[in-house]
């Protein structure tokens, strides 16, 4: 069975989400001290502030000290001064942190989607890989600087503020410490419901992300089949649920918003009625009065926006345990050996009593026993769903057996370097991919980057194929997209590209299914001219294909029922006869 790499079913716990968040920030400490002594600085700066209100209208003012008030003046702009230079350089510093944490977490990220294997792709929905590459990283960021960061400032500012609030007037200090008790408690009330919330909210993001690149993708289709309105009606309903989604995180920390300013209110009025009434009674001057009411905007203004805040911490964090969900995961395709063996490869192949399936109790190989010599070509040929994707795909290593093992060279196929291994194998499929660039770069493409067009026409040349672009009016520039080349001619370019590696194992799966016959003549041509020295397998429903192989392999049922050239499986008059005995042309297809 085929290793779980769903991502869905790998939970990550909160705790190990944050603690994860912090180990990418800690590289940068140094910096990160920076950060704080500038927090810290500008925070003193915002609490002396107050002191100069009071100075100036306890002592200066009823004083008539003209010079005294200039200089407490003076002193009130530098503070200003302070605070805006040194929140600015934090600024600056804490986003330089989080941009080079984040790169390095993009990198690690695409590092890691490069070493799991293909049932991990097969078993994920793309769009919500890419939701978890780019904006849950963005969510990361976030939750540094603009969570984190400001956690600080509010953290270092109440304590500050606490601290002058307290040695002014103990009583009114305790109404705003037990405001601030019941707004914390409140806030780690909600913060357990904000954060599941989150999460759900995410995946469903991912959800909805996959499903308009699935439509995006296969947008002809759709308008061909007259199928707008059924897709019109699933969008809407999937949208829906993320609007929904969203709408349950938006009402749940807006609450956060509305509750701060109704407790500003009620405290705010309760210190109104208990400082007036210590006023009128001497208790406190007009300067601390004021003082103290300067402090306590301070401190509610630090909690401006705090739900905004708290979501994006806790939108962080969920997008955490989405990126740990991935990076948990380890690949099932391992080298055994310590030291893996990377020397030439020369092409001889063995089955040895191989099973292998995708799921429990759904075989998709069974009892295979093959022996293929150095230089041989071998075509499989068989059904839809028999198994024989599946049976190149173990030689090129996408997928382990189940059981049993797989020799080139008689050495077991995971003491092999993977990447040596890779490199040494062509792969041609029946859709090939291209990336939107020129020709000529993708030809370059796997380390040729010093492939020249003179080399790449001289390919086009020996193979008898440059007519087929000569028409183009960018040559070797023109850029690939979608509409750019037909079928026949991607087919060529990724045998061009397959050949400019010069590997010892060739694999073409149904590389001819979706050409005109004249280009799979072409591309009929162009390998029988490089197979020599290579083994080759050649999955193939048209038996033109297939004539000429030294050996034909009828995959059936799961397993290899037939095996022999085409002659002698004829003269078997088994299945492989009856297949072809059902059809008048050599231009005939096997199904």
């Known amino acids: 069975m085929d290793k779980d790499f769903k991502l869905s079913k790998k939970n990550v716990k909160p705790k190990r989400a944050l603690l994860y968040i912090f180990s990418l920030f800690k590289p940068f400490w140094k910096t990160i001290i920076f950060v704080i002594i500038f927090s810290l600085t500008s925070t003193l700066a915002s609490v002396l502030i107050p002191q100069t209100l009071q100075i100036a209208i306890d002592k200066n003012i009823p004083a008539k000290d003209i010079a005294g008030l200039q200089n407490t003046s003076l002193f009130f702009i530098g503070l200003v001064a302070i605070f805006f230079i040194t929140s600015v350089f934090q600024v600056n510093l804490s986003g330089k942190i989080s941009q080079k944490a984040l790169f390095n977490l993009r990198k690690n990220l695409f590092k890691k989607l490069q070493d799991l294997p293909i049932a991990f792709f097969n078993q994920n929905k793309i769009g919500d890989i890419e939701i978890r590459i780019s904006s849950n990283v963005e969510n990361i960021n976030r939750f540094f600087s603009e969570g984190v960061i400001r956690i600080i400032n509010i953290f270092v500012s109440l304590i500050g503020f606490m601290i002058m609030m307290w040695l002014l007037n103990a009583k009114l200090t305790i109404v705003v410490i037990v405001s601030l008790i019941i707004f914390i408690l409140y806030l780690n009330f909600q913060g357990k419901l904000l954060r599941n919330k989150q ?31 059924s897709f019109k009606e699933i969008f809407q309903i999937k949208n829906k649920k993320y609007y929904s989604e969203s709408l349950k995180v938006i009402a749940l920390s807006s609450v956060s918003d509305g509750f701060l300013p109704l407790l500003q209110i009620l405290s705010g009025s309760i210190i109104i009625y208990l400082g007036l009434t210590q006023l009128n009674e001497g208790v406190i001057t007009s300067g601390q009065f004021v003082a103290f009411f300067s402090y306590l905007v301070l401190f509610f203004r630090r909690f401006e926006g705090i739900g905004n805040l708290w979501t994006t911490i806790q939108s962080g964090i969920a997008a955490a345990q989405r990126i740990l969900e ?3 995961l380890e690949s099932n395709i391992v080298t055994k050996i310590k030291n893996p063996i990377d020397k030439p490869i020369q092409g001889k192949i063995e089955f040895k009593n191989v099973h292998f399936s995708y799921e429990d109790n759904v075989p998709v190989l069974k009892d295979i026993d093959l022996l293929v010599p150095a230089g041989k070509t071998i075509a499989i040929v068989g059904p839809t769903g028999g198994g024989k994707t599946s049976f190149v795909s173990l030689i090129a290593r996408l997928y382990d057996p189940n059981s049993g093992e797989i020799k080139i060279d008689d050495i077991d196929l995971r003491d092999w370097d993977l990447k040596h291994l890779r490199e040494s194998i062509g792969y041609l499929l029946q859709d090939s991919f291209f990336f939107e660039d020129s020709i000529i770069n993708n030809l370059r493409y796997d380390s040729h980057s010093n492939l020249s067009e003179d080399e790449v026409l001289k390919y086009f040349k020996d193979f008898n194929v440059e007519s087929i672009f000569s028409k183009l009016s960018d040559g070797l520039n023109t850029i690939i997209k979608a509409d750019s080349l037909s079928q026949g001619q991607r087919q060529i370019l990724a045998l061009i590209r397959l050949i400019i590696r010069n590997p010892k194992v060739i694999i073409l799966d149904e590389a001819t299914a979706n050409i005109d016959t004249k280009t799979e003549k072409i591309l009929i041509d162009v390998l029988d001219k490089i197979k020599k020295g290579k083994t080759t397998f050649v999955i193939a429903h048209r038996l033109s294909t297939i004539f000429n192989a030294d050996e034909i392999l009828l995959i059936q049922n799961n397993s290899i029922i037939e095996k022999g050239t085409h002659e002698s499986l004829l003269d078997k008059r088994g299945r492989y006869y009856e297949i072809y005995s059902k059809f008048s042309t050599k231009q005939a297809i096997i199904t």
């Open 326 to 328: 991935l990076f948990q």
């Open 199 to 229: 999460k759900k909210a995410l995946d469903v993001e991912g959800e909805f992300s996959s499903f308009v690149q699935e439509i995006l993708n296969g947008f002809p289709i759709i308008k061909i089949f007259n199928k707008q309105d």
